[in-house]
């Protein structure tokens, strides 16, 4: 399954105290890293974990990574890290699936109905 052209992003994220003190620390390259993971994993379908080999394709390193275990953004998890609550907060593989087939249905049933300027019905199947 493909993953998602997008992630949730909470607006309150930089306000969450791990990220306070990665700010207050001028830990900017591992908060950039911690989005780089998330939108890598998300793309990829991979539920929030981010395999070790994927950390160099988006410029981390693996002192990125320790930072971000130390400060609960990530967990060690068995070939990479995995981002700390993401089934809190992003879509379940089921959920993606649901919802991009709803939107498929949806796409087809405005198809089908379409109207052109004269007022003629016309419908696209043959």
Do not use: C
């Not at 105290?17 to 700010?23: N, Q, S």
């Not at 950039?32 to 974990?49: I, N, Q």
């Not at 959920?95 to 939107?103: C, K, L, P, V």
């Amino acid at each position: 399954m493909a993953g998602m052209k997008w992630i949730r992003i909470d607006t309150q994220m930089f306000e969450n105290p791990k990220l306070l003190y990665l700010k207050e620390d001028r830990k900017f390259r591992a908060i950039v890293v911690h989005l780089e993971g998330m939108t890598y994993s998300g793309r990829h379908a991979l539920a929030g974990f981010i395999p070790k080999a994927a950390l160099r394709i988006f410029g981390g390193s693996f002192a990125d990574a320790k930072t971000l275990v130390a400060a609960g953004l990530w967990d060690l998890a068995p070939g990479g890290w995995q981002v700390h609550d993401w089934d809190d907060y992003q879509l379940s593989a089921d959920d993606m699936q649901e919802r991009s087939e709803r939107a498929q249905r949806a796409a087809a049933a405005r198809w089908k109905r379409e109207e052109p300027s004269n007022g003629n019905v016309v419908n696209f199947e043959r």
